[in-house]
Structures are given as structure tokens and as C-alpha cells.
């Protein structure tokens, strides 16, 4: 049986985490009997750096001068849990890979040496928008702005090449999705567009 996977990406605060979860919840609504590896890359990341390994804490401390991880550092951690994690489940739901375009050859290597049907959904939602929501949603990081500005041209240096590379690739089905709308809305337009 050949497994879906589902990788959300878009912007900080376009809703793709609460999107990942409401999927998740509507596959095993409707076969509960579904096995779903489902993670966060950016919680992964989040609990990867604050562990005791000198990788770790150069990664901190590289982030902590406003600088980006180089590129293998990002893999490592979501092609870790892969490996340790996936045991041939129904489903994949990925939340927040690839952050760069060198992530998405290895991104979609892996499909295929899984053998995935991979639906990349892409919550498009604009600047300002996002910037609401991140301000919304309470995290101490999101309250400051230049942190909220930066994040949002970090987004547009450096993932937007990587939704660009997939959205050319053969290899998976590109599933743009106008995030500003109610989550209700949103979910409903997903929900049809890849026939869950």
C-alpha cells in the first residue's frame, strides 16, 4: 500500500500547524484504523538545540547572532525522526520542511525511496497577515517586532526558493491553498483538494 504524505509549508503564522493537526484528525475520523507519523519540524528544532551537543550549541549560538543554521543541519533533524520513526505508516503529515531550497532534492529523495504520494499543500497568505496572526498567537518571540519583520524576510530569502523548486517538480502534487480565510474554510478547501 503506498503512503500519503502531506508536507504543509507556508509562512510563520499562515496556519499550517492547526491546518496538519485538523487532517490528521479528519483521516482518523474516517479510518481510524490509520497508522499517521505526524511532526513538527520546528518543535524538533526548537528541542534539537536546546540539547548538550557542541552541534547543538553552535546552532544556538549561530541563530542567536540572527544567522541561519547551514543546510544539513535542518535535514538532520527532520530526516532523523524520519528514519527513527517511520515504520511504513498509512499516512506522513510534515509541518515546516524544507526551510531552504537545498533541503528539497533530499525532501523529495526521500519520497521516493519511501515510495510516497507526496501532496505539498502551501498556505499562501500575505506579509501582513501573517504578521497578525504571529502577533496573535502569544509567543514571547512573536511579541518583539523586528524579530516578527525578520522572520518574515527570512520566509521569502530563503523558503520561497524551495516552494518555487517544488512547485516545478513532477515528483509531487503542488496544492496552493489561500490561507486567509476561516480555518474552517481553509480545511474544507484542503479537504477537497486532495480528496480526504
Known amino acids: 500500500m503506498t503512503t500519503t504524505a502531506y508536507i504543509f509549508i507556508g509562512q510563520s503564522g499562515s496556519g499550517k500547524g492547526t491546518q496538519a493537526n485538523l487532517l490528521k484528525q479528519k483521516i482518523l475520523a474516517l479510518h481510524a484504523e490509520s497508522k499517521i507519523l505526524h511532526f513538527e519540524t520546528g518543535n524538533i528544532f526548537r528541542s ?15 541563530m542567536d547572532q540572527g544567522f541561519l543554521p547551514p543546510s544539513f543541519i535542518g535535514v538532520h533533524v527532520w530526516s532523523h525522526e524520519l ?14 520542511t524544507p526551510r531552504v531550497a537545498e533541503e528539497v532534492p533530499l525532501l523529495l529523495s526521500a519520497s ?11 498556505m499562501e497568505v500575505g506579509d501582513s497577515w501573517a504578521d ?3 502577533r496573535d498567537r502569544g509567543r514571547p518571540d512573536d511579541q518583539r517586532d523586528e ?6 524576510k527570512w520566509f521569502h530569502d530563503n523558503v520561497m526558493p524551495a516552494i518555487e523548486l517544488l512547485q516545478a517538480s513532477s515528483t509531487v502534487t503542488f496544492v496552493p491553498i489561500n490561507g486567509e480565510r ?13 480528496s480526504v
Open 48 to 62: 534539537f538545540i536546546h540539547t548538550d551537543s557542541y552541534t547543538a550549541h553552535k546552532t544556538k549560538e549561530v
Open 83 to 96: 528514519i527513527n520513526s517511520y515504520s511504513g505508516q498509512d499516512v506522513v503529515i510534515i509541518d515546516g
Open 112 to 122: 521516493k525511496f519511501y515510495g510516497w504520494n507526496t501532496k505539498i499543500i502551501y
Open 132 to 134: 497578525e496572526r504571529l
Open 147 to 152: 524579530e516578527r519583520l525578520a522572520r518574515l
Open 182 to 194: 476561516t480555518i474552517e474554510e481553509i480545511h474544507t478547501d484542503i479537504c477537497e483538494k486532495i
